[in-house]
C-alpha cells in the first residue's frame, strides 16, 4: 500500500487486503470509534498498519474539521447550533480515545472548558419581553420592552440597544419571541456567542428589532417606528442594510408593516424588509441574533439636526426609488412657480362641500402669478405617485390624518396648512400636532391649522374617550373669509422664499438621483 497517498479518509483500506468488513468504514465514517480493529483476529502486522492507518485518517479528518469549524466565523443562517455542538462533541471525544492516550491533561482541561461552557449555556436566562411591573406607565422614559436594560445615544443619534457591543459585555440578543398575543409570554436574554443556549439558532447578518406601542399599519405610528433605525442606519454610513426585522408592539410580535411603510423601507435600504415571525423554528427554541440594533423610543432623544439629516435621507431615498427627477412636473421646480396641493380624505375628516373649499384655493391661487393648484385624494394613490405629488408640492393643504405623514417627501422649507373637524382641540390629546412636530422634524414649515367651530355638541360631556370617539371622524365645513385670507398670506410669503432662495442662490434640495447622504 502506498501510504504516501493516502491523505485522506477516501483511502481504499481493501488495497491493504483486510478483511471485507471494513471496507465499509474505509470511506466516510473513518471518525466512527466502531472503526477500532483490535476486536478482530487477523496478522499483527495487518493489524499495527491498520491502526497506523486508521490513526494518522483520524487525525487529518478531526484537523480538517477543526480548522473548518474555526475558519467559520459565524455559523450559516438558521443552522442548529446543536450540530455545531454535536461536531465539536464528536472530535473531543475521537481525539481523547484515539490519539491523546498519553495525555490525560489536555483531556481534563478539554472537559473543563467543556463544563464551563454546559454552566455558560445553562446561565442564560430569559426574561418577559414586556415587564409587567411597568405595565401602567409605558410612556415613562423607559418602557416596558426589555426593561432590564437602558439605552445608548451618541451624538444626538437615536437612542437603541445594540447585541452585541461593549455595554451588553460582548453578549449577543437572544429571543423566544414568536407569540402573538400576550408581550409577557415572549423573552429576551443575552447569551456569548460562544455558550448560547441550547437548541437556539443562530441567524447571522444585522437584524432590527423594534418596539412599537401603537401599530405598524398605520403610517405615521409606522414611521416612527422605524425612523431610528433609518437614523442608525445613516450613522454607519449606510454600509449594511438588515437581514431581517423582528417587529414587536406590547411585546407581541408583529408579521407585517402596511404596504405604504414597506416601500419606504425597501427605498431606503434597498431591499424589501423581510419580516421574521419565527416560524420555521420549534415551539420552545430560542434564536441568538449575530449582530442586533433594538430600538422602543421613535425619535425620542435625537437632536434636531439629526432628524433633519435623517429625514433628508429618507426624502432622497424615496425620489431615487421612484425614479422622481426634477423633470417631473412638466414645468419643473422653477423659482417663479408656486405649486399649491388639496390633498383630499374621503369619508372621515373629508371636507363636508369639497367643491366649495377647491373653490376658494383656485381663487386665491389665481390672484398669484405662476400658481398652480392640483387637487388630489389620497386614497387614489399608489406609494411612488404620492412620492411624485409631494416632489412637486410647495404648499400642501390637508386635513388632520394619516396621509399627512407624507409631508417629509417635499422640498426643505415647503409648507403645509392642516384642518381639523369640530373637537379635537378639547378632546384628541398630544396626539393632534404629531404632523406639526413632523413638519418641524423634517424641515417643512406648518403654516398653522383651521378648526371647525361648527357641528353637533358632544352628548357625553364628562367624557373624553366617549367625546374623541364621537368627534374624531367629523366632517370639516370651510370658512370661505378666513380661508381666502389664509392661503393668500401662505402663497404670497412661499413665493418671495423661492424668489429669495433663487437670489441669494440657495438651492433648493436638490433632486438628485444616487446622491443620498450618509454619515
Ligand atoms: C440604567 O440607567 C439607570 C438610570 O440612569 C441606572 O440607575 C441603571 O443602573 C442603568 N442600568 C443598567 C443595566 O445599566
Ligand atoms: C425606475 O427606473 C428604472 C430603470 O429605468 C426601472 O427599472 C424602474 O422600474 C423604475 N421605477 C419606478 C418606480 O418607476
Ligand atoms: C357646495 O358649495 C358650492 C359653492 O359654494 C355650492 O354651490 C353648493 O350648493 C354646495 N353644496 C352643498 C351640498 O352644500
Ligand atoms: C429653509 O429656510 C431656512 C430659514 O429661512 C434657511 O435658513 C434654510 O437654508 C432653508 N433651507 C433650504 C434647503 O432652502
Ligand atoms: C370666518 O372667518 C373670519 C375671519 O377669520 C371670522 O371673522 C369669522 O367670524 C368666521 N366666521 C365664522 C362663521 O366662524
Redesign the pocket.
Known sequence: MDRASSPSCSVDIRTASLPAIYTATGSSKCSQPSARPAAIPFSIYTAKLFVYVVSTCVLLFILSQISLLQSRSAPSPRWPLSLVRQWQKIILDTTSSDVTLDSTAAATKASKVEDVDKRLRDAVTFLPLKDLRFADRPAEGHTWFISSLNDTSVGGGPQHMRFPSASSKGRVLCLKGRHFHDGSWNSYALAWPDALPRDATFMSGLTFVSYNHYDYGNIWHGLSTVFPFVAWHQGHSCRRPPERWVLYHWGELRPGMSPWLSKLMEATFGKPPSVEVFDKIKEDGSVCFEDAVVTRHNEGGMSTERRIEAYGLLRCSVRR???VSSEVDGDGNKVNTVRLTLFMRRGGRSFRNESAVVGIFQRECDKVEGCRLTLAHSDDLSF?DQVKLMSATDVLASPHGAQLTNIFMMDRNSSVMEFYPKGWLHYAGVGQYVYQWLSSWSGMSHQGAWRDPVGEDCPYPQDTAKCFDFYKNGLIGHNETHFSEWARKVLVEVKLRKIGDSVSKRKQDSIEIGGCACN
Do not use: A, L, Q, R
Request: aromatic letters at 24%; one cysteine or more; charged letters at 0%.
Open positions: 426609488y421612484c425614479n411612488c
